[in-house]
């Protein structure tokens, strides 16, 4: 975990990159994004150089990335030099290597190409440098094991976390605990083949990796998180996330996140999940029954004209919004027997348009609809108020009852601050869905409850909670109004005595 000291040094940091004149929160975390790649770089060449140490020169098959000439461009040598020395090497060598080179299996490496550098200062690059190289590369102590990751992947949530805090572009960033609980619905193992058709900052694929090293860590002392995925390695490594996405600045900044969470080979793709052309495009393959498991929270920005949408996802549902062709494009994609967990606007619950109806009905009775967890319209401030719901299915089966529950409260407070308050209810979501059951869940005046599927369909596939939630009026009783009127006579006699007690002190 990181320190309050690491946090307020990043702080410092983030005020010196908006002083300096970046000012938009994604360029800030991009050009550190950059700096912590160079460092990886470095770290890099420090275990290929061991490997050759070690084993046949001839024979090796490892690549260094620096030649003797460039020895100059390492991390570990140039974060030695003064500030003045350091931003044109940086900026003139370093960072063209770095687009050039990338780094052998990285994803990150590979949306180098249009990066810009675009740090000015050499105060704040050096500053920037130094606190990067205390986080990456602690110094440990005698008898301390060399090495440890922890504040990685750390700083860069903490990092991504002023997406939200600066109000700018925080539709990319969904609150971390709402991800981390709709990865336990989800319950992914090391053999699902998982992804995000909107992955913005790898959030989900970033969770669902930490999910899978928890799930699969011995309970022996001497055990590392997913020290029992090794006979998964090569799934784990390469073929269990997959992330699509039309940003390069987010597709770089997703790789990263993954990068520090150890997940060095992700397949993250530039491309619009909607657009015709990824129908038409290389990821056309991925359209079709490929994934078990599906992530979301798509991004509801209106509507697309009919002519740059895939045609197969219009002839499902015809509608040009976004929130209902992402649903569609994800029943595509998955395998039968897949779930999806997703983020949905209420609107898609209980709208009463042609295409929402349809959608809807398809989730009944196409596919097995397993739960509808409302949320609160506070989830997403400070930047959005709008009130959303988690839709869980999977793809074909039968839907014969829907759980419901109704999360009023995700332990921060609902208002623009989102501060840490003691009322959550996210523990007791999942308690109660790990416990289900059909034939006991039938208060419908408790949080959680089933509802049969021939309800909903008489209400017309309504799937918003309202709609079948009892709310239990409790009796309030008045005085009588004679006695609220003596009541109130008294209180203005007590009121013009004071008043006349003060104008008596004024003379």
């Known amino acids: 975990m990181i320190t309050g000291e690491l946090k307020s040094k990043v702080d410092v940091l983030w005020e010196k990159f908006w002083t300096g004149g970046i ?40 690549k260094l990335i ?58 704040v690059l050096s500053e920037a440098v130094s606190l990067i190289d205390q986080i990456l590369n602690p110094k440990t102590k005698p008898g301390e094991e060399e090495g440890k990751k922890d504040n990685n992947g750390d700083l860069y949530e903490y990092l991504l976390s002023k997406l939200t805090t600066a109000g700018i572009n925080g539709q990319f960033r969904t609150p971390r605990h709402i991800i981390r609980m709709m990865v336990e619905i989800a319950d992914p193992s090391a053999d699902d083949v998982i992804a995000d058709p909107a992955c913005g900052t790898a959030g989900f694929l970033v969770s669902a990796r930490q999910y899978l090293d928890e799930k699969y860590t011995s309970k022996s002392k001497d055990s590392y998180p997913g020290d029992l995925l090794v006979p998964f390695k090569d799934h784990v490594d390469n073929e269990l996330l997959h992330g699509f996405e039309f940003d390069s600045t ?144 999977t793809k074909g089966g039968r839907t014969d009852n829907v759980w419901f529950y109704d999360l009023k409260a995700d332990g921060l407070s609902l208002d623009d601050k989102r501060d840490k308050v003691e009322e959550n209810d996210i523990p007791d979501c999942l308690e109660k869905w790990k416990n289900r059951n059909p034939k006991k869940d039938k208060d419908r005046k408790a949080k959680a409850f089933f509802v049969p599927k021939k309800e909903i369909v ?40 004071d008043l006349e007690e003060l104008e008596a002190m004024l003379g």
């Open 66 to 123: 620096y030649k003797e000439t460039e020895q100059e461009l390492r991390w570990s040598q140039f974060q030695h030099v003064s500030g003045e020395k350091m931003l044109p090497l940086v900026r003139d060598k370093v960072f063209p290597h770095m687009r050039q080179v990338g780094a052998e299996g990285s994803t990150f490496g590979e949306y180098m190409k249009d990066a810009q550098f675009m740090v000015q200062s050499h105060t």
């Open 250 to 393: 987010m597709l770089r900044i997703a790789s990263m996140n993954l990068l520090l969470h150890d997940v060095t080979n992700p397949n993250i793709y530039y491309q619009d999940s909607l657009n015709k052309n990824f129908e038409e495009g290389d990821y056309s393959g991925y359209l079709d029954d490929t994934f078990s498991v599906i992530l979301a929270n798509p991004p509801f920005k209106g509507s697309l004209d009919y002519d740059s949408v895939q045609p197969k996802l219009i002839k499902k549902v015809k509608t040009k919004k976004t929130e209902l062709l992402f649903l569609v494009l994800m029943l595509r994609m998955l395998q039968v027997g897949g779930r999806c967990a997703v983020v949905v606007p209420d609107g898609v619950l209980f709208g009463s348009s042609k295409a929402h109806k349809g959608l809807r009905k398809m989730l009944v009775e196409d596919n097995q609809l397993d739960a509808v967890i409302s949320l609160p319209s506070g989830v997403f401030k400070p930047y959005a108020g709008v009130s959303t719901a988690i839709l869980y299915f």
């Open 23 to 62: 000012t938009n929160p994604l360029t800030v975390i991009e050009q550190i994004s950059y700096l912590m790649f160079i460092c990886h770089l470095d770290k890099t060449e420090r275990k290929n150089e061991k490997k050759l140490k070690r084993g046949k020169k001839k024979n090796s098959k490892v």
């Open 458 to 497: 008489d209400e017309g596939y309504d799937l918003s909670i309202n709609r079948y939630k009892e709310i239990e009026y409790e009796e309030i009783e008045y005085d009588p109004p004679k006695k609220i009127i003596k009541s109130l006579l008294t209180l203005e006699k007590e009121c013009i005595k």
